[in-house]
């Protein structure tokens, strides 16, 4: 689609949906929910095609015949399975349940547990990468928050219960609400800029 | 049309306005001097270096999705991405991006397709691709992506929880470079921990501005500041007021 009717279309669409929310006219309200309906089942398509866009690069490192091929060998596979299965059976048959289960539950709390070691890693690591307050700071509160939450061997220290809860209710939540103001901001100059026609992700 | 309508209709146009004034003000050749943020300078020479030693860059922008608020970040990851597309496709090794939304999948797949015809190079299919639908599997599948693919340097600019360590942790033990920044707060923490150049808060939105997309770009930041000034001056006054019983 050329890049000047593209733009058109997307501009004049998205101010219809941001006047839509500010503006209770029956019709635009109407049109507001009618094309948000529109670009959730677009999302949906999308997540088709991209998946179909995984299969096609791992079907090709397959026929690679390197050590990598043999990952997405798996992955080829079991998407294959998968597919096979819950679209012959439903999401909600045993096979199904069993697949989520057993295999893709396991293998994301193994990630997650990944994460936990990797996290206390990457922490060590950055008292040697960036030794300033701030890092100093970062590293004294988690170890307030991480001691008062899980007791090491069960032995409380008194007083950093009510020091945790203070960090939480005070300091972090200032600065989570200042960072959020922030991205706030950044988020409606975004749009902004995309209606104005300056950024156009959308293709040209 | 309720109170809460009118004002935030009446904002937005504000914003717009202070946009289209810096913008205006900007093209008349007012300089605009923006504070520095060391990220971006190493990524500009993480860029140059990337092109020289033949690496590739990596690129990758989250899995929010594109109908909800995510999408904003996601926006600005496409941006940088064109950015950094239009300097590096070029190059023996083009860069590629990842994520974990089927929409932005396709809408990198396009930027990459616009950069490289711009400058009249090959495009690849294969550039921009959804390495896994939830959070975790599109964390393991750009791991693969940097470590496989001779990664020079990878940048995280999106929606990101806290998977993103994964991704950071797997591109500094490849050696290189990782930049990331999201909206996320958990993600942030996480990434201020795991990336060598972290990117908090609104930061991540400036990318543009500082990687020179367009006069627009910095004329939004600047809206931002001014804006940013205008609301802490109203909590101020309105604490103020609150404190003295006026409220």
Do not use: C
Request: glycine fraction near 12%.
């Amino acid at each position: 689609m050329r890049a000047p009717f593209s733009a058109v279309i997307a501009i004049s669409l998205g101010i219809i949906v941001l006047l839509g929310y500010f503006v209770p006219i029956g019709p635009l309200t109407s049109l507001r929910i009618v094309l948000l309906d529109w670009a959730v089942i677009l999302a949906g398509v999308a997540l088709i095609v991209g998946v179909v866009n995984l299969f096609y690069v791992h079907w090709k490192k397959t026929s690679e015949g390197n050590t990598e091929s043999l990952y997405s060998g798996v992955l080829v596979f079991a998407l294959l399975i998968t597919l096979v299965l819950v679209g012959w059976f439903g999401p909600t048959h045993t096979f199904s349940l069993w697949i989520f289960n057993y295999i893709q539950v396991p293998v994301e709390s193994s990630l997650m547990a990944m994460l936990a070691i990797t996290l206390a890693y990457a922490s060590a690591r950055l008292l040697r990468r960036r030794i300033d307050l701030l890092s100093g700071v970062f590293l004294a509160t988690t170890l307030v928050v991480l001691l008062a939450t899980a007791p090491l061997f069960g032995i409380e220290i008194p007083g950093l219960g009510e020091l945790r809860d203070w960090i939480a209710q005070v300091p972090a939540t200032a600065g989570a609400r200042g960072i959020l103001l922030g991205v706030a901001l950044g988020v409606v100059a975004t749009g902004l800029r995309v209606l104005m026609g300056a950024d156009r992700p959308y293709g040209g | 049309m309720t109170l809460l309508g009118v004002l935030g209709l009446g904002f937005v146009l504000f914003f717009l306005g202070l946009i289209l004034i810096f913008a205006f003000l900007g093209r008349r050749g007012r300089e605009v001097s923006l504070r520095p943020i060391p990220a971006f300078d190493r990524l500009q020479k993480a860029i140059g270096r990337a092109v020289e030693a033949g690496n590739r860059l990596h690129v990758s922008i989250g899995s929010g999705d594109i109908t909800g608020p995510q999408a904003a970040v996601a926006l600005v990851g496409l941006t940088i991405l064109n950015r950094i597309a239009r300097d590096t496709t070029i190059s023996d090794r083009p860069p590629v991006a990842t994520s974990g939304d089927g929409s932005l999948a396709i809408l990198s797949q396009d930027v990459m397709r616009s950069a490289a015809r711009e400058i009249g190079a090959e495009y690849s299919p294969f550039s921009g691709r959804l390495t896994g639908v939830t959070p975790f599997s599109y964390a393991a599948g750009a791991m693969t992506v940097v470590q496989d693919e001779e990664v020079g340097a990878s940048i995280l600019i999106g929606s990101f929880g806290v998977e993103a360590a994964l991704i950071n942790e797997i591109g500094e033990r490849s050696g290189g470079m990782t930049l990331a920044g999201t909206d996320n707060l958990p993600g942030q923490a996480v990434l201020y921990a795991t990336a060598q150049e972290p990117l908090i808060g609104e930061e991540t939105f400036a990318g543009g501005a500082y990687l020179d997309a367009g006069p627009t770009h910095t004329a939004s930041l600047r809206a931002q500041d001014w804006l940013r000034w205008l609301i802490i001056a109203s909590l101020l006054l309105g604490a103020l007021a609150k404190f003295f019983g006026f409220l």
